[in-house]
């Protein structure tokens, strides 16, 4: 099976800074997804990284690490709108085809 | 990217009876997935719709109770048969490109009641 883990909840101010920190195992690792997802809503692509390293895309970046089964995706000068739940998922090629599972999502809350 | 389409986009239903959501691409994908969002909860994967063969489903899922359908590379259906309130969930469909990077796409999801 695969084992997902990332905290429940998280708390910050905004424009600071908000780490989230994501732990997996799992065979035949093919990638790791960030998505956010507001309330009422359905999940919206953040990013895919696939190799060891950071990747930045704005106020958003996320890092692999494969060797340690772990990943971050770090949220930088943080804006209300920004409380959200960031759902980390693991993408594996199974033989009987290839699956995205999901942790259980860590809830932002960005306070003024 | 690619933009999906689900109807309805919410329901009320009895217990005990079905509903069947549809899924609509604007492209072709070869892969599609119906997941499933508990109330406070994360997404599940359901199962894997083939184009022109049987769904794979996951652990805990099975045919009978949610048939699904895929007559082509751009449209599914997902059916939840006999319902009760513990089906009461968020049904998401989902795509995968890969013109490049693999990316994973959800739709607006269809936000069921059981009562």
């Known amino acids: 099976g695969q084992n997902i883990d990332q905290p429940t909840e998280m708390t910050a101010t905004e424009g600071a800074i908000v780490q989230i920190n994501c732990t997996y195992q799992?065979?035949?690792?093919?990638?790791l997804f960030w998505y956010q997802q507001h309330a009422g809503e359905a999940p919206t692509f953040l990013s895919y990284n696939v190799l060891d390293g950071l990747e930045e895309k704005g106020r958003f970046s996320s890092f692999l690490s494969r060797s340690k089964g772990y990943s971050y995706l770090l949220l930088k000068e943080l804006q209300m709108k920004d409380s959200a739940s960031y759902l980390c998922a693991v993408y594996a090629i199974k033989a009987a085809g290839n699956k995205l599972t999901f942790g259980g999502g860590t809830r932002v809350l960005v306070k003024p | 990217s690619a933009v999906i389409s689900q109807k309805p986009s919410r329901d009320i239903c009895q217990r005990g009876t079905s509903l069947t959501i549809q899924c609509q691409v604007d492209s072709q994908v070869t892969m599609m997935f119906w997941y499933r969002q508990q109330p406070g909860q994360s997404l599940t994967l359901i199962a894997t719709a083939n184009q022109g063969s049987e769904a794979t489903y996951e652990s805990g899922f099975v045919i009978d109770k949610f048939p699904i359908s895929r007559p082509n590379l751009t449209f599914s259906t997902l059916t939840v048969s006999n319902m009760s309130p513990e089906d009461s969930s968020i049904y998401l469909c989902s795509v995968e490109t890969s013109g490049g990077a693999i990316k994973q796409y959800f739709g607006p999801g269809t936000r069921l009641t059981v009562t």
């Open positions: 799992t065979s035949g690792f093919n990638g």
